[in-house]
Nanobody, 123 residues
Framework: QVQLVESGGGPVQAGGSLRLSCAAS????????MGWFRQAPGKERDVVAA????????YYADSVKGRFTISRDNAKNTVYLQMNSLKPEDTATYYC????????????????WGQGTQVTVSS
């Protein structure tokens, strides 16, 4: 089992920044690729970004490219999502997720999920 706990969400004005953190425990963190997903009310859960086990390869949804950065610190068992130039359409609950081996942009591929952290961007 892997336990994931997100933090860092909150209200922010458009154009502002937030950094989300996801702390992992329970298994060897470096064995897991990590992803950030988000879900807005009435919408499906979509991938935001993903990172491979050693942090060298990343994936971003087109909607966040150039604005968001995913990173991980395997020594701290933590994955981050730095979000800059936030827009109202970024408002959602953000989830981190873990899966063995390679990352994926498909949420069903992930085995473990955090409880989510709310990000609200006002115009």
């Amino acid at each position: 089992q892997v336990q994931l706990v997100e933090s860092g969400g909150g209200p922010v004005q458009a154009g502002g920044s937030l950094r989300l953190s996801c702390a992992a425990s329970g298994r060897t963190f470096s064995n897991y690729a990590m992803g950030w997903f988000r879900q807005a009310p009435g919408k499906e859960r979509d991938v935001v970004a993903a990172v491979n086990r050693n942090g060298e390869t990343t994936y971003y949804a087109d909607s966040v490219k150039g604005r968001f950065t995913i990173s991980r610190d395997n020594a701290k068992n933590t994955v981050y999502l730095q979000m800059n130039s936030l827009k109202p359409e970024d408002t959602a609950t953000y989830y981190c997720a873990a899966k063995r081996s390679y990352y994926s942009d498909w949420d069903k591929a992930y085995d473990y999920w955090g409880q989510g952290t709310q990000v609200t961007v006002s115009s």
